[in-house]
């Protein structure tokens, strides 16, 4: 439905998106998703038609998003960064004019409107003012326009940035339930929204896309990087280097643990992807004659699979960043202390 | 056709309606109906004016040559109007384009399939239709105490001095337009808008004072002498070509312009 091959575009000299491709098959939700400035709105900006690429093509419903740019407009459904809105028309005289502009013939408007209305759960707001409105309606007033016309193809920027928490979970439901007769893309930097709305992710970074696929397979590609974290009592050295031997073990960290007083130690193992080698970590430890407090398993999500694509290793050292960046330096409080 | 056509209308009428739901519309139009009550009133009944100085030359004896109040009054009060539409029209222009860049619905008309051309004259005709409305209750003035003149006036003198107005008052809002494509700022875009109608205005002299073809050529690009010629009564061709040249002047720049914003770094 909407095919993206070899996308880039130049601001100047500077590249916003190079060479971008992804495809997204119909009834999809693709979640394109990056950190602010990786290129997102570029590119959600050219599948509408509103820029033009460098270089590099796009085709939505068989069109070239610049070529054929009017038979593309009639087939998307755009929700730019910041809803498009009259602030002096009412949410029911503002979906009439985007009927109008959209092509929708005069007998279908009155139905279209209403069931656009009724998908966004603006009923009882359809005679209100836009400017009168609260950001979530303002926000869901956006997306109604966005498909009161349905279109094949609806292109989502932020949908839910800048809501509450109840209304993110309102948009969210509402974008879920228009894939299958839609195919959509949505861009956006939080992480859950991907995995609770979308079929696929796209990650992009610095303008070029680091991964495509699945939540779950995602996750499985990097889940090679899960692991043990084992809380101990003794001297780590006699375990290290029987640890770091055994199979399946790829690296092995270890930190006194913070404000202990009796020689506690976390020690962090990472393993190699399809071995488990949980059994014998344990075994190894206890045999060394260590008192074992805790062990628990380590799971890789998907925040550390996006945290590992879009962030370099230079970039980690900035505090804004949580400490489980590029390691797996967690430093969840243990068993007996309490906050 | 059929389409471009209804998407001509669509933008008219949210045009239109913007005009209608903002209390600052409002305002300028009570100012304008205000000033232009205070000139009608000067013009035709002040101490100095039209039926004052009648009166002057009848207690003089002077009956030649004779005068024609109601024309001449037409003629002068229109020419007034004129002048008061210099400072009304670029503050209905500036937020034609502009109030869109901000609020960010050009990225909704410009993703719709709808051409830059369709929306640009749309909203002309929606700021024109708007201007018209100011006129109205002057023309009300004007059939009021017209209608008592002895000999009538000519209707196709009436006829042509509104015409004029409102062509003069279509070509400064479709440069205004174009000017305010090019900006964010509505007030950036008044100011602007009101620099080039004063160039506009005094075009005429400055041709006058360079003279030879170039100056005459200059003379020609002149409002103000085209509008003048018009609210006497004059009908050239010339005249009429020159405003309807300045209203797709402005169109054309204002859809090249919205087109160019797409290929700027923004």
């Known amino acids: 439905m909407i095919e993206v091959e070899q996308l880039s575009k130049l601001y100047g000299a500077i590249p916003a998106i190079q060479d971008v491709s992804f495809a997204v098959e119909p009834g999809e939700i693709l979640g394109f998703l990056g950190p602010n400035g990786a290129g997102k709105t570029t590119t959600m900006r050219i599948l509408s038609g509103y820029l033009p690429a460098t270089s590099g093509t796009a085709r939505i419903a068989g069109f070239d998003v610049h070529e054929q740019s009017m038979a593309v407009r009639k087939h998307i459904g755009y929700l730019p960064e910041t809803p498009p809105l009259y602030p002096d028309m009412t949410v029911e005289g503002f979906l009439y004019f985007v009927a109008r502009i959209k092509g929708v013939p005069a007998g279908d408007r009155a139905n279209r409107i209403q069931s656009a209305l009724k998908r966004c759960n603006l009923l009882e707001k359809q005679n209100v003012l836009i400017r009168k409105l609260s950001k979530g309606f303002r926000q869901r007033v956006g997306i109604a326009q966005a498909i009161v016309h349905d279109p094949p193809a609806i292109i989502l920027d932020e949908p839910t940035v800048g809501l509450d928490p109840r209304q993110i979970i309102e948009v969210r439901n509402l974008i879920k339930s228009l894939a299958g007769d839609h195919t959509i893309i949505l861009s956006t930097h939080i992480l859950p929204e991907v995995t609770m709305t979308c079929s696929r992710i796209a990650i992009i970074n610095q303008g070029k896309v680091v991964a495509t696929n699945t939540p779950a397979e995602l996750t499985a590609q990097l889940a090679g990087k899960s692991g043990y974290e084992l809380e101990v009592d003794g001297s780590f050295e006699v375990v290290r280097s029987p640890l770091q031997n055994l199979p399946g073990v790829e690296t092995v960290q270890t930190a006194p643990l913070p404000d202990s007083t009796n020689h506690h130690y976390i020690i962090q193992i990472e393993s190699a992807p399809g071995v488990d080698p949980g059994r014998d970590i344990a075994a190894t430890v206890v045999g060394a004659g260590l008192s074992l407090w805790e062990m628990r398993r380590t799971r890789v999500s998907l925040e550390d699979v996006f945290l590992k694509l879009t962030t370099e290793e230079k970039a980690v050292e900035s505090s804004d960043l949580p400490d489980n960046a590029n390691s797996l330096k967690t430093t969840e409080p243990s068993g007996g202390e309490a906050a | 056709m059929g389409v471009i056509i209804g998407n001509v209308i669509a933008i008219y009428r949210r045009e239109l309606q913007s005009y209608f739901a903002s209390p600052f519309a409002y305002l300028i139009a009570g100012i304008f109906w205000l000033l232009g009550g205070f000139f009608f009133t000067a013009i035709l009944l002040g101490p100095d004016g039209l039926i004052a100085q009648v009166a002057v030359r009848d207690q003089l004896g002077i009956t030649q040559p004779p005068i024609d109040v109601a024309y001449q009054f037409l003629s002068i009060f229109l020419g007034v109007i004129g002048s008061l539409s210099l400072f009304v029209l670029p503050i209905l222009s500036m937020g034609l384009y502009a109030e869109e860049r901000k609020r960010g619905t050009l990225e909704l008309l410009a993703t719709s399939p709808v051409t830059n051309w369709a929306v640009a004259l749309g909203k002309l005709l929606g700021v024109v239709t708007f201007f ?135």
């Open chain 2, 132 to 266: 018209i409305t100011l006129i109205l209750p002057i023309m009300v003035y004007e059939a009021i105490a017209l209608s008592a003149s002895d000999p009538p006036v000519s209707p196709t003198v009436m006829l042509l001095g509104h015409l004029g107005l409102i062509l003069l008052a279509a070509a400064i809002l479709s440069l205004g337009m174009f000017v305010s494509s090019l900006t964010d700022k509505t007030i950036l875009a008044a100011f602007l808008t009101f620099g080039l109608i004063l160039l506009l205005w005094i075009i005429d002299p400055i041709a006058q004072s360079i003279g030879g073809s170039f100056g005459d050529a200059l003379g020609h690009l002149s409002l103000l002498r085209h509008y003048t010629n018009l609210i006497q009564g004059i009908l050239d061709s010339g005249s009429i070509i020159v405003f309807v040249s300045y209203i797709v002047l402005g169109l054309f720049l204002t859809a090249q312009s919205i087109e160019a914003l797409r290929f700027q770094q923004s």
